[in-house]
């Protein structure tokens, strides 16, 4: 039972699935009243202690990829806000949000920056194939074998090159594209863009389709979020427009890529290389790409710094302080 | 022996060991004649063929880091320019040259961008744990032991932090660091930097010495020439300053930094990184360092791009043809 003074505290359910949790959750609970059905005692199946609070539950903490169904939504009559601990949404029911006009809001704000940075760092690791030199290294082959093979440059600005730089196109120009393309100007490349529509305050090109942003790139960026629209947006001939020499960098979702023909591509030497922190069948890699050196495999860490915990217990916090003293809430995701 | 045609293009002598080429030879000799001591039939000793052609040669081509002592330049009694294929000139006796008001060219020019771009890759690598990730994937340890653990995050910029982003320290500023720079603020990183003396043009902190700038910095980055004055300037002093989570970048030379302590202070976990693409005896790395997952090894290959030898073509011949035409040299190395 909770006692009087948290009875008091604006009530938030929380949805995880056992494997996720989150380290601020006892701060969190200074501040406002969790329900959590994992933590009931006795246990409880989530789905009869979501029946039993249903009717005073306004707001969902989702923890994680938690999915959110329309059954689940439907237990919930109340609800009006549901604050999600991730980027992408696309486990929950956007369509039966909007419906009932239930306010998401997502986290990618708080990744943003982390996110950014580590595609980044998979770019150069592709094109300067620092993690197959570190492999080298530590193989003992350098001593053995001499000099490694020559990467890819980042910048191309000579006379032997009609290029400025090597051209950059973004899949998805959202607060994650928009501080890669920060971060990878400084470099000297040149940044194009594909979304739904063009956006008027940014100066990079805008492509209509992602085909299109292929065939005018070297190097595509993937960081759009997964609807049913997006899945596969990179498909066999968006990569075969990309080229022999293209790499492809992967921070979104593992499923906005066709994943076996971007294996088979890499496989054949028709894609340069490829930098991908996520995978349609998580946590399974297809073992075909643990040979090849022109690509550099990483665990899902794009948001796992400790900082990173930090930013998004500040902004769950935000979002849902804002919304119980009914002020703008922080992130909100727009439905369309 | 040359033919008539060849006689008539200005004479450049080239100094190289066995084990270093260029692959853009036959385009020099389009317009240069290339004495090359390695090429001589029947087989020459080096010393003996610069004898031979001591008195008619004015410029000397060093490919890599080919030494040029004191006794090599006393046979070129009528040497005015040496034109350096590397960024770093420390193989020169530097001493004489100017004694003997020699002109040296290096190649940091073309190199710059390159090394900056592998500097920033070596940094979030660490601090983002890329190519361990990587390891981590390609052993299957993903799917088998789960989530790999969290990283360093590059920026900090939320309330429970009181840095505006991580202080990236620079030790030496030239074009290199320069460009490092460029790159880092777009991460959000704080810059200070050492070097010789303060530059007016620079907005970044100063720091007189290497151990000032690595207390007031979580990540120092060597990237300055290799002198007397400069070899160990990363001493145990520095790194203790820098502090147990500081980062160490190397895309120097490896004799800047004091490797015994460094490798010393890594496995006693007295420092958080390192990003190596330079060591002190290569291409022999510590193998104390094979088994350190904060440890990224790069076999030095900052320079390891196609177009970076063609950037390097470009001016090196800019600087022979500003010598045979009495122009000013694109790339003077300053004595000082």
């Not at 306010?103 to 194939?129: C, E, H, M, Q, Y």
């Not at 940014?202 to 992602?210: N, Q, R």
């Not at 293209?246 to 930098?275: F, P, S, T, W, Y």
């Amino acid at each position: 039972m909770a006692t009087a003074q948290e009875e008091e505290l604006p009530l938030v359910l929380v949805h995880r699935i056992p494997n996720f949790d989150f380290p601020f959750k006892h701060r969190l609970q200074a501040q406002f009243r969790l329900l959590d059905p994992l933590d009931s005692v006795p246990p409880e199946s989530t789905h009869s202690f979501i029946s039993r609070h249903a009717a005073s539950v306004r707001v969902l903490l989702c923890v994680d990829p938690t999915p959110i169904s329309r059954d689940l939504l439907s237990l919930l009559p109340s609800l009006q806000l549901i604050v999600c601990s991730s980027a992408g949404v696309d486990h929950v029911d956007l369509i039966e949000c909007r419906r009932r006009s239930i306010a998401v809001t997502n986290a990618g704000k708080a990744f943003s920056p982390d996110v950014a940075d580590l595609a980044v760092g998979l770019l150069i690791d592709v094109l300067r194939r620092v993690s197959a030199g570190d492999r080298y290294v530590r193989a003992g082959l350098w001593a053995r074998n001499g000099e490694y093979p020559l990467g890819f440059k980042i910048l191309l600005k000579h006379q032997f090159s009609n290029a400025f730089g090597k051209r950059v196109g973004i899949v998805g120009l959202g607060s994650i594209g928009g501080e890669i393309a920060k971060r990878l100007e400084s470099f000297g490349c040149a940044i194009g863009y594909n979304s739904r529509r063009k956006k008027p305050s940014v100066p990079f090109p805008w492509y209509k389709t992602a085909y299109d942003l292929a065939i005018n790139s070297d190097i595509l960026i993937v960081c759009c979020a997964l609807t049913e629209e997006t899945r596969h947006i990179v498909n066999k001939d968006v990569m075969v427009a990309l080229g022999k020499g293209g790499v492809i960098i992967n921070v979104g979702r593992g499923a906005l890529i066709d994943e076996k023909e971007l294996v088979q591509l890499l496989v054949q030497g028709e894609l340069g290389g490829a930098g991908l922190d996520v995978f349609e069948n998580e946590p399974d890699v297809p073992e075909e790409l643990f040979s090849l050196n022109n690509v550099v495999l990483s665990p899902h860490c794009a948001v796992a710094t400790p900082e990173c915990f930090d930013a998004l217990e500040e902004l769950i916090t935000a979002n849902l302080k804002a919304f119980f003293s009914s002020k703008p809430l922080q992130s909100v995701v727009e439905f369309d």
